[in-house]
């Protein structure tokens, strides 16, 4: 299986000595460790991967970086305009979902009773703010709402999975797999490295209409 991996924030890794040389990079599309921020009035923040930089059109940079879970993190104030974006242009791997076979893992830090579509992540169709092809968003109170949506737009899945806090003001590390290979098709969550929803449905991949990355 060839799998698609995306990372919005830093992660941390424990490897056996014999591992230490590996590049952890290795394998992924896009990686932002999200612990710069250069920019004033319009930020970007790096993908170390590749060359898929995420900007905030209206974000500056001067106020983005608070303390993160390791170095620096970027904050977010729920403003409309506060938020970072890409669209991909050429074959780059994104966005992951186009690709049948994908993880992606997340670092989240926020406070219980965020309002519905505080996202931490989306991939969707430029133009958009509500019908989200793939979203991670709160819940209105202590966890994550998964969106996801096939190429026709059928609804796959819009609903808490598991039962885990994952906004309580720590940080919380989120991750989604899905394995387009029949017969698993299976969709999994794990939010600090437990799998605490497994679900199975055939999703079509190639789906043209995704061209946005969003987060915040």
């Not at 710069?36 to 106020?63: E, I």
Request: glycine letters at 10%.
């Amino acid at each position: 299986m060839k799998t698609k991996t995306l990372l919005v924030s830093a992660a941390a890794f424990l490897l056996p000595a014999s591992a230490l040389l590996a590049d952890v990079r290795e394998g992924l599309v896009a990686y932002w460790p999200m612990n710069t921020a250069p920019g004033s009035g319009s930020m970007t923040t790096p993908d170390v991967v590749a060359a898929n930089d995420l900007q905030g059109p209206l974000k500056d940079g001067t106020t983005a970086l608070v303390a993160g879970r390791h170095g620096n993190a970027v904050t977010f104030t729920g403003n409309t305009s506060d938020y970072l974006y890409l669209l991909p242009v050429g074959d780059t791997g994104l966005p992951v979902a186009k690709q049948g076979s994908w993880s992606y893992c997340v670092w989240v830090n926020g406070a219980s009773g965020q309002v519905n579509q505080s996202t931490y992540f989306a991939e969707t169709t430029s133009g958009t703010s509500t019908q989200w092809r793939f979203g991670m968003e709160s819940d209105g109170t202590t966890k994550t709402r998964t969106i996801i949506r096939d190429t026709g737009g059928s609804l796959k899945v819009n609903a808490v999975l598991g039962n885990t806090n994952t906004l309580d003001s720590t940080w919380h590390h989120i991750a989604y797999t899905y394995d387009i290979n029949a017969p698993s098709n299976q969709f999994r969550v794990y939010v600090d490295g437990e799998c605490i929803s497994t679900n199975t449905f055939t999703y079509g991949q190639n789906a043209a209409s995704f061209n946005q990355i969003g987060v915040g």
